[in-house]
């Protein structure tokens, strides 16, 4: 339901004390948690449906509405460019978090990352959908790295705002062909494959070596 993402329905706020940065300072992770106790609405409400549900709405008013927040904590400043990222989690669970730069720039973390962050050390498993934001309410594309890393945590179905009145699109359809776990797997099998093949010729060596 959509009050379970806002940071102010009235429930309890864990604020992970996670900082993700070299001096262990620069990045601010908060998690909003589902208070305790409350009980889904109706059906009849249906922008309140729990977006954690699998194919439940997504309340992507509350989604901004937290990336927003998430985007005026934002450390940005070299570029000036503020970035908040939202996400819910398959369990309704929210993650948020925000671009840290850096002065030597290519240390500079995206809001994406400390929200992938704070889904891991917030214990939560799956992200279902993502909104991120300019310091100015401008949806934003996840950076070729970004998707990938979302690929790793959400899948090919995630859905990414792309602005109000706009249909959400797929991460897949953002990143297609991308590289998981399943070429790993591939390789895996390839190496002990090739193992096999050559403890077989070595035992076949070693059987016409006593002939
Ligand atoms: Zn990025």
Same mark, same amino acid.
């Given at each position: 339901m959509g009050a379970n993402f806002a /940071?102010?329905?009235g429930g309890s706020t864990l604020v992970v004390p996670t900082f993700i940065s070299f001096v262990g300072r620069l990045a601010r992770i908060v998690c909003t948690k589902m208070p305790a106790g409350r009980t889904p609405r109706p059906a +009849? @409400? /249906? &922008? +309140? @449906?729990? /977006? $954690?549900?699998?194919g439940g709405p997504i309340d992507w008013d509350a989604l901004r509405g937290a990336a927003g927040e998430a985007a005026a904590r +934002? %450390? +940005? /400043? %070299? &570029? $000036?460019l503020q970035v908040g990222a939202a996400g819910a989690c398959e369990d309704g669970q929210l993650v948020t978090g925000c671009n840290v730069e850096n002065a030597?720039? $290519?240390?500079t973390l995206c809001a994406e990352c400390g929200l992938v962050s704070a889904l891991v050390a917030g214990g939560h498993r799956h992200l279902v959908a993502l909104s991120v934001l300019a310091g100015d309410g401008r949806p934003l594309p996840p950076c070729g790295r970004c998707r990938q890393i979302l690929m790793e945590h959400a899948g090919p179905e995630l859905l990414l705002d792309a602005g109000e009145g706009r249909a959400p699109q797929r991460l897949g359809d953002l990143l297609p062909g991308a590289f998981d776990r399943s070429e790993l797997a591939k390789a895996a099998r390839g190496t002990a494959a090739r193992r096999r093949a050559a403890s077989a010729g070595t035992a076949r060596s070693s059987t016409r070596g006593r002939r």
């Open positions: /940071p102010r329905s +009849a @409400a /249906p &922008s +309140a @449906a729990s /977006p $954690g549900q699998a +934002a %450390y +940005a /400043p %070299y &570029s $000036g030597s720039f $290519g240390l």
